[in-house]
């Protein structure tokens, strides 16, 4: 076995672990939506399992290439900055696999990464398993405004990693910060990755994404998120056509080409997207409640614009928090995990908890805290 690969460590499962163990815990700790598949597009499915299931097109199946245009072309800054077509689409088993694909097609091991301080942590892991360097620096101050630290590690990296709406603070990117990213990395000679993957999850502000300032980028996105669609393992890159035949390469040899019968359910969902608006403002209920919880908490946050989590301060160590807490009933996961200056952080998912299970789980945080 590779050492690199056995040093790796997936610590975060402790509270996975201790959260099955303890009856009626409530689930804060995992990124996986309260809702279901839409009903339609398990319709679609089983529909579509009376077609062959057979090898599709390495790139994905024309219907869902021409979906994801339609998705893309209709973002906020798209329009006049970037044509994209089914050229420069390729389809992947789930947004981890296209963040994969990018990674390994365009870092060898003496480049350098760039991810946000705190970020998800996968990320990371990503990096550990390829063997590259990578690090993190916080990207904006309170202001908005891109830190000369931020500025200094992207002209000094080779890949930059960025995330709006994000995990795990549920920030979003202004305009001006999208296009500072953009064009900041651009001038760098810097690849841009934007994860992209909850923008149809946006509460407060429009969604702006930093590829539209950046030729040179990638842009990442998936259903299982905006589309309760976790299990069917459907993502996709957006890039240039030379981009998308390496990434492809990379794609091909983990998995050959993404589930068909995952293609189909996906074309529905994009299609007929009607339940993504009311999934949204069920979110953005609970977001409202967690927040009007932490307030009376006492906690430090950032108001969550976008995604399905709050990333509070809690006065003391994430961990020893964590380990604390799930055994009296309430999972989340330890800030420590998303970057070194988040050790007295926690992420709450407000999206894997019902409301009626929110308030139970910060009923228990009062009494014990």
Not at 191 to 216: G, K
């Amino acid at each position: 076995m590779r050492k690199r690969i056995e040093d790796i460590s997936l610590s975060i499962r402790q509270i996975s672990e201790k959260a099955r163990e303890c009856e009626d815990c409530v689930n804060f700790h995992i990124g996986q939506p309260s809702f279901d598949t839409p009903e339609h597009v398990k319709k679609a499915a089983r529909e579509g399992l009376d077609q062959k299931q057979a090898y599709t097109n390495y790139k994905g199946i024309e219907e869902l290439r021409d979906q994801i245009v339609k998705e893309e072309n209709a973002k906020k800054n798209m329009a006049g900055r970037r044509s994209i077509t089914e050229d420069n689409v390729l389809v992947t088993v789930g947004g981890m696999g296209a963040l994969y694909s990018v990674l390994t097609a365009k870092v060898r091991e003496q480049d350098q990464v760039l991810y946000n301080d705190p970020c998800w942590g996968p990320y990371k892991l990503m990096s550990e398993v390829d063997g590259n360097k990578w690090v993190q620096e916080k990207f904006f101050n309170r202001d908005r405004e891109l830190r000369d630290e931020a500025r200094e590690k992207i002209k000094q990296s080779d890949l930059i990693f960025v995330n709006s709406p994000s995990n795990p603070l549920g920030r979003m990117f202004t305009e001006e910060q999208a296009k500072t990213l953009g064009e900041v990395s651009k001038d760098y000679g810097t690849f841009l990755v934007s994860d992209e993957v909850y923008h149809r999850l946006n509460y407060d502000r429009e969604h702006y994404s930093p590829a539209a300032y950046n030729d040179e980028s990638a842009i990442i996105g998936s259903v299982s998120k905006n589309h309760g669609m976790t299990g069917w393992r459907i993502g996709w890159i957006v890039a240039k056509q030379d981009h998308i035949e390496n990434f492809g390469k990379v794609n091909r040899a983990m998995n050959a080409c993404p589930p068909k019968i995952s293609q189909i359910a996906a074309v529905e969902a994009l299609k007929n997207d009607k339940h993504v608006k009311e999934m949204r403002e069920e979110y953005r209920k609970r977001r409202d409640l967690v927040e009007k919880r932490l307030d009376s908490i006492g906690w430090s946050y950032r108001n969550p614009e976008g995604a399905i989590y709050v990333f509070p301060e809690v006065g003391r160590d994430s961990w020893d928090f964590c380990l604390e807490m799930v055994e009296k009933g309430v999972a989340m996961v330890p800030g420590e995990s998303f970057g070194p200056e988040s050790d007295q952080n926690v992420r709450i998912c407000f999206g894997s908890a019902s409301e009626e299970e929110i308030n139970r789980g910060f009923d228990i945080l009062e009494q014990n805290i």
